[in-house]
């Protein structure tokens, strides 16, 4: 249920902030983002890291590795890791700290319009002066990078990840309901339908964490009007009641009344939602290939292992994306606080960015860098490696989650709404009338 309280204080701290962070720009807390070679000795000292992943990631855990190397060669130095892996939490905390001019040497972010207000004040190093500095600018993938930009191209965060998105399904169900690969977006809703006549769920959907269901409310608007239509929308300057927003309304309303989802959806968990599909009673899954692991190797469930695979985003008539162009996230990125900056930082950064890709790729995971090859795992199923090779044919428009994209409390409403859409509680024009609302009241 909506918690109005809630949401009311969230949007009163966020808007507090804010507003405090607009009154300490030009502040001079902030040191010179593109001064990214700084002279100095290398004094080591403890820096500490504010990051918003799980503490038993691989990123955590390479690169706390790594930093016991570097402390090896250089007595003194430490790397703080001060974990908050909830995203909200963590936003609240982050949020509050860069108000008050102590955010720590290293940060996640997204490319929000909160961080780009930062960079523009001058307290992010500038990332594209960073790793030409290192020599290290043509090692990363363009889309790694792109993910990470601010709207005007501008780059002040590095990424760790790499992913690709897909649709993963079960050709044994869909052919026993006699459909194929959807071609289109519109594509879906006979789908579901088929396999609901057969008695087969169509779609398996972590509803419960609301991010799942928003990156569908993202593709119709990304096929038809490309990335720029979110851009605009976060800053008020587009509508949920233009075109392509209500394009993606009436779309998912349309997968609704056709029983897409399982039952009770909003209520299932991720691993639940993922079980579904593994073991075979849901037809379609949408998850990136961090899920590698359960997905593509020995781990998935030998009575639907061969049946298992993927399709990429599918387009719609007269779509203005390519077809290898889709939701291909990097990851929150890292900032790096220029008042903080030191040699030290940069000695340190300049060890970590070098030796990271070769410690990632070799648990099997996509490095942002193309420089090192992803190690297969022994149990692989051929669709690993299929998965590891799309990468290489990633087109340079993505497909941006818009939850990284809105502001947290037009985006807590999204999700909200967004179930009530699919469940059939509310019209396409309810929806709409409540987002325009919401939108106006929270980016102005």
């Not at 061969?306 to 889709?326: C, R, W």
């Amino acid at each position: 249920m909506f918690n109005v309280k809630r949401t009311a204080t969230w949007v009163a701290m966020t808007a507090a902030v804010t507003l405090a962070l607009t009154s300490c720009a030009g502040s001079g807390g902030g040191g010179d983002p593109t001064d990214v070679n700084p002279e100095g000795e290398v004094e080591p000292r403890e820096i500490s890291w504010l990051l918003s992943r799980p503490a038993d990631g691989g990123v955590i855990t390479a690169m706390q590795q790594i930093a016991d190397e570097y402390a090896a060669d250089h007595p003194g130095f430490k790397l703080n890791l001060i974990t908050t892996p909830d995203r909200p939490s963590y936003i609240q905390k982050y949020e509050t700290l860069a108000a008050a001019n102590k955010l720590p040497e290293l940060f996640d972010t997204d490319a929000t319009p909160f961080a780009q207000k930062l960079a523009e004040q001058g307290r992010m190093i500038d990332v594209d002066v960073l790793l030409d500095d290192l020599g290290m600018a043509d090692d990363y993938r363009e889309a790694a990078l792109n993910y990470q930009r601010f709207d005007d191209g501008s780059l002040y965060m590095v990424p760790f990840e790499f992913q690709l998105e897909f649709f993963w399904y079960n050709s044994d169900l869909l052919a026993q309901a006699g459909v194929e690969v959807p071609a289109t977006l519109d594509d879906f809703a006979p789908m579901c339908e088929a396999l609901r006549a057969e008695g087969i769920t169509p779609i398996a959907l972590d509803g419960a964490d609301g991010w799942p269901l928003e990156r569908y409310m993202a593709h119709y608007p990304f096929r038809q009007a490309g990335p720029e239509y979110i851009q605009k929308l976060k800053t008020g300057e587009a509508k949920f009641s233009d075109a392509p927003g209500r394009a993606a309304v009436e779309w998912l309303y349309g997968l609704g009344q056709a029983d897409c989802f399982q039952e009770g959806f909003s209520a299932t968990g991720y691993a639940d939602a993922q079980a579904q599909f593994t073991s075979g009673r849901a037809a379609v899954y949408n998850i990136g290939t961090w899920e590698l692991a359960n997905l593509a190797t020995e781990n998935l469930d030998a009575s639907v292992r061969d049946a298992v695979d993927y399709f990429t985003l599918p387009t719609i008539d007269g779509a203005v994306t390519a077809d290898n162009e889709y939701v291909t996230p990097s990851g929150i990125g890292m900032a790096i606080n220029s008042s903080t900056y030191d040699p030290l930082v940069r000695d340190f950064l300049a060890f970590a960015l070098e030796r990271y890709p070769a410690a990632v790729a070799e648990t099997g995971a996509l490095s942002p860098t193309t420089d090192v090859d992803t190690a297969i795992p022994a149990d692989a199923t051929p669709l690993y490696s299929r998965a590891i090779e799309q990468a290489g044919d990633v087109g340079s428009a993505i497909a941006m989650p818009w939850d990284t994209q809105l502001d947290p409390a037009t985006n807590t409403r999204l999700q909200q709404e967004l179930t009530l859409l699919v469940q059939g509680d509310i019209t396409p024009d309810e929806f709409i009338e409540t987002m325009d609302a919401a939108l106006a009241e929270n980016v102005g």
